[in-house]
Antibody, heavy 123, light 113 residues
């Protein structure tokens, strides 16, 4: 079965950086786009970024564009989220999520989710 | 961005009764060329990640009980739980995937009365 395991969360000061990882198993990783979605404490879901199966194009939410970078290493079945210039409003549980679409045509909805990793931005 | 608005924000339903959640998009999520509505529903139980329930507005994900159903088209959608069970206590989100960025409704909390 599909398994997604996020890591790398923690407490970080405003303006600093953090890199999240998500390691996948149970499916052919290099055939699927992967997303990051976040959820601030007690709040709803916010999409953050997507990277297609081959890493060729990346899209970001306006709120993180220019500060966050999504990447993937298909040899390691892992997707990353490099978060720079962190702000207090980036505090959230960050989920990685698998896209339903196959190969070059990703669908932008999410059929499997990890358990999430908490990022707290605080001085 | 397409804004998704759910109603109500919360509801309390007795076991065995019907629960209905509405979702409205700020613009159509129906693609005329394939007649598909780019709308999904998720369930999030406390302390858990979201779980996909419905996609293409009305297609139930594999393994999802048939008491969950989705309907609607264009800009107005509904998630119905036909006979509420205790395990259905959760927050439910609609999400459009017609445009990037994909956007979610604010969530509807379903409680057991």
């Amino acid at each position: 079965q599909v398994r997604l395991v996020e890591s790398g969360g923690g407490v970080v000061q405003p303006g600093r950086s953090l890199r999240l990882s998500c390691t996948a198993s149970g499916f052919t990783f290099n055939n699927y786009a992967m997303h990051w979605v976040r959820q601030a404490p007690g709040k709803g879901l916010q999409w953050v970024a997507v990277i297609p199966y081959d890493g060729s194009i990346k899209y970001y939410a306006d709120s993180v564009n220019g500060r966050f970078i999504v990447s993937r290493d298909n040899s390691k079945n892992t997707v990353y989220l490099q978060m720079n210039s962190l702000r207090a409003d980036d505090t959230a549980v960050y989920y990685c999520a698998k896209d339903r679409g196959y190969s070059a045509s990703w669908d932008n909805y999410f059929d499997s989710w990890g358990q999430g990793t908490l990022v707290t931005v605080s001085s | 961005d397409i804004v998704m608005t759910q109603s109500p924000d919360s509801l309390a339903v007795s076991l065995g009764d019907r629960a209905t959640i509405n979702c409205k998009s700020s613009q159509t999520v129906l693609l005329r060329s394939n007649d598909k509505n780019y709308l999904a529903w998720y369930q999030q139980r406390p302390g858990q990640p979201p779980k996909l329930l419905i996609y293409w507005a009305s297609t139930r994900e594999s393994g999802v009980p048939d008491r969950f159903s989705g309907s609607g088209s264009g800009t107005d959608f509904t998630l119905t739980i036909s006979s509420l069970e205790s395990e259905d206590a959760a927050v439910y989100y609609c999400q459009q995937y017609y445009n990037t960025p994909p956007t979610f409704g604010q969530g509807t909390k379903v409680e057991i009365k």
